[in-house]
């Protein structure tokens, strides 16, 4: 009888462990797919990747952040994880104080490369709703 209950556990182990490995880890981690944070995210590199920097707020100066360091002239992808509501899209600025051009990150969007002309552009951002 002990061999039996055994043998049924071992096999709805094996049975939990095969179900649990067909979703892949990184679909549930992707940039794309994530939920709302209250962040906006940024990385130096396309894809999600290289050195990352996120702000729950306005950030008028790139080069000096707390935990991320320069982000300055450095953002290549982005993600808005923002709540939905007032000011819940991001607006990037090409130079520090929030000035020049600027193009807006809907909220939920995550952009995998900055719109055309943007790629290392970025030098400070604003919660708006201007999209």
């Not at 709302?36 to 130096?44: I, L, N, Q």
């Not at 807006?104 to 952009?111: K, R, S």
Request: hydrophobic fraction near 35%; charge should be negative; glycine fraction near 10%.
């Amino acid at each position: 009888m002990r061999n039996v209950k055994l043998t049924t556990l071992a096999t709805a182990a094996a049975a939990l462990m095969a179900t649990l490995t067909l979703t892949p880890q990184s679909q549930a981690s992707s940039p794309a797919t994530a939920m709302a944070d209250g962040y906006v995210h940024v990385w130096e590199h396309t894809g999600a990747g290289g050195a990352t920097c996120r702000w729950s707020g306005d950030d008028s100066d790139y080069r000096f952040n707390t935990g991320c360091g320069d982000m300055n002239d450095k953002v290549s992808s982005a993600r808005n994880s923002g709540y939905s509501g007032a000011y819940e899209d991001v607006l990037f600025y090409e130079n520090i104080d929030r000035r020049g051009s600027f193009v807006c990150l809907p909220n939920g969007a995550y952009w995998e490369s900055m719109p055309a002309g943007w790629n290392d552009r970025a030098s400070s951002h604003s919660w708006g709703s201007a999209c």
